[in-house]
């Protein structure tokens, strides 16, 4: 009777996907410090601060006749608090690349099974961004990204004065154009139908071609290569303004551009070549990062869990002039944006996301998690890049008095040898780069990203003069 008062919930089916034998996929976090992280403090912030969020961070899972539950364990926390060594002395310059080579590793390693699936890595020397780093390593059948931000939160405090709340900037939508209702009514059909065939196809028949991104090899517990840059939130504003366009719409064109870029420069042949993106959406009702208790209510409106959704979005091609035309480059730059927008929107407003998770669902209830986990690897691993992104507050926050400079994240486990994760904080835009290593340059393609926000920023002001 004890072992079975012991046990939790049942694991969602998604956890179920997350930990079968093709995936098992974990959210990495990155928090840097402005000052030296107190080493000494972070068993207490364990303990104290990060334990108590959910039972899933004490519960390790189960399985009894093909059905995996969360079990409550009793937590050794120095078991998940690792302190690397590194050789003392050598510039920030040299321990950017110990960070980079220490997540590298992280990415190769699985999480325990036989412990709660979650460490803290706590990196004590100074690099180019930060004075210390703290990594924190959660498996994704804890929790989908927003879940995992909000247990985040959770454990730091506005660092002006931790009394008060962060806040987040507003999510208001562009406001859609009117169409009569039998319009509306007949090209949501006609997208639904066509998208949810289009994203099958793409998770079961279709390859992405094989490109200077794209190995077509699984990469699932490779080495990475990472690479981060960051953009001002008030010019991202100011292209949106200008474009009539989101911040979303924006993004996702400087990626797709920077990408097609980068391509044309390693083989321009590539430019025409297929390429996928594989957009992750958050299913909630979208509102503010809410507490962990209200979370786990009964029938809250953002549950804590995995509900998540997937859109595939064609890369539009890149068609440059062999001269050197600005104004074509200039038309190049707001297309790209214009056709994230129109192609984001248009898939958005069908209900194939929707259809997507039933169909899911369906895989799941006939052929098991298996079948539904093999589905996910393909849909990944078919496509050229995945792209997921969340929402930071507009204040500084700190950990344990340790002021956060800067914050991203990324993913580990997935198949897919690009991956794209953007995160807003502190008027700034953090986008990271995942990437398979040994196959894209990542000093050349942050550069062509670069280049792509520069041509987009150029193009949007000559619009408006």
């Known amino acids: 009777m004890e072992l079975e008062e012991e046990v939790l919930e049942p694991v969602s089916p998604t956890g179920h996907y997350f930990t079968s034998s093709v995936l098992s996929v974990s959210n990495l976090a990155v928090l840097e410090t402005e000052i030296p992280f107190d080493e000494s403090q972070i068993?207490?912030?364990?303990?104290?601060?990060?334990?108590?969020?959910?039972?899933?961070?004490?519960?390790?899972?189960?399985?009894?006749?093909?059905?995996?539950?969360?079990?409550?364990?009793?937590?050794?926390?120095?078991?998940?608090v690792n302190i690397p060594i590194f050789p003392p002395s050598l510039s920030p310059e040299a321990y950017d690349k110990y960070l980079d080579d220490y997540i590298s590793k992280l990415a190769v390693e699985r999480l325990s099974p036989e412990k709660p699936l979650w460490e803290f890595h706590i990196i004590k020397y100074p690099t180019s961004n930060a004075a210390g780093n703290v990594i924190i390593k959660l498996h994704h059948a804890l929790g989908d990204g927003f879940s995992l931000m909000s247990a985040l939160l959770s454990c730091l405090q506005?660092?002006?004065?931790?009394?008060?709340?962060?806040?987040?900037?507003?999510?208001?939508?562009?406001?859609?154009?009117?169409?009569?209702?039998?319009?509306?009514?007949?090209?949501?059909?006609?997208?639904?139908?066509?998208?949810?065939?289009?994203?099958?196809?793409?998770?079961?028949?279709?390859?992405?071609?094989?490109?200077?991104?794209?190995?077509?090899?699984?990469?699932?517990?490779?080495?990475?290569?990472?690479?981060?840059?960051?953009?001002?939130?008030?010019?991202?504003?100011?292209?949106?303004?200008?474009?009539?366009?989101?911040?979303?719409?924006?993004?996702?064109?400087?990626?797709?551009?920077?990408?097609?870029?980068?391509?044309?420069?390693?083989?321009?042949?590539?430019?025409?070549?297929?390429?996928?993106?594989?957009?992750?959406?958050?299913?909630?009702?979208?509102?503010?990062?809410?507490?962990?208790?209200?979370?786990?209510?009964?029938?809250?409106?953002?549950?804590?869990?995995?509900?998540?959704t997937f859109l595939h979005v064609p890369i539009p091609n890149l068609f440059l002039p062999e001269d050197d035309h600005h104004h074509e480059y200039s038309n190049i730059a707001l297309e790209f944006v214009s056709k994230a927008q129109k192609i984001i929107s248009t898939k958005r407003n069908s209900l194939a996301i929707y259809l997507t998770s039933r169909f899911l669902e369906i895989l799941n209830r006939f052929g098991g998690h298996e079948a539904a986990a093999k589905y996910i690897r393909?849909?990944?691993?078919?496509?050229?890049?995945?792209?997921?992104?969340?929402?930071?507050?507009?204040?500084?926050?700190?950990?344990?008095?340790?002021?956060?400079?800067?914050?991203?994240?990324?993913?580990?486990?997935?198949?897919?040898?690009?991956?794209?994760?953007?995160?807003?904080?502190?008027?700034?835009?953090?986008?990271?780069?995942?990437?398979?290593?040994?196959?894209?340059?990542?000093?050349?393609?942050?550069?062509?990203m670069e280049n792509a926000f520069e041509m987009i920023l150029k193009a949007s002001d000559a619009k408006t003069n």
């Not at 303990?47 to 093909?66: A, K, Y």
């Not at 930071?392 to 950990?399: D, I, K, R, S």
Request: with cysteine; aromatic share 8%; glycine share 6%.
């Open 158 to 308: 506005r660092a002006d004065d931790p009394r008060l709340p962060l806040t987040f900037p507003s999510r208001q939508r562009s406001q859609p154009k009117t169409e009569s209702f039998v319009t509306k009514v007949c090209s949501s059909v006609f997208n639904t139908l066509s998208d949810f065939w289009w994203g099958i196809s793409n998770s079961t028949m279709d390859e992405d071609d094989l490109t200077p991104i794209r190995s077509g090899k699984g990469i699932e517990f490779q080495p990475i290569a990472v690479s981060t840059m960051t953009f001002s939130l008030d010019q991202i504003k100011l292209i949106k303004s200008n474009l009539g366009v989101t911040i979303n719409d924006v993004l996702t064109g400087m990626i797709f551009l920077g990408t097609r870029l980068y391509m044309q420069q390693i083989d321009k042949s590539s430019r025409k070549a297929r390429g996928t993106a594989v957009v992750l959406l958050n299913t909630r009702m979208m509102g503010d990062y809410t507490s962990i208790q209200e979370m786990i209510k009964p029938n809250s409106k953002m549950p804590w869990g995995n509900h998540f």
């Open 378 to 448: 393909s849909t990944l691993k078919n496509s050229s890049m995945v792209i997921s992104n969340m929402i930071g507050p507009v204040e500084q926050m700190a950990l344990g008095n340790h002021p956060i400079k800067g914050f991203y994240f990324l993913v580990l486990g997935s198949p897919e040898g690009l991956d794209v994760t953007i995160v807003s904080y502190m008027g700034k835009v953090r986008v990271a780069f995942k990437m398979e290593k040994g196959l894209i340059d990542p000093q050349k393609f942050k550069s062509c």
């Open 43 to 80: 068993m207490s912030l364990v303990q104290n601060v990060f334990l108590p969020i959910s039972p899933r961070f004490s519960s390790i899972m189960v399985e009894n006749n093909g059905k995996k539950r969360w079990k409550k364990v009793e937590v050794r926390v120095e078991d998940h």
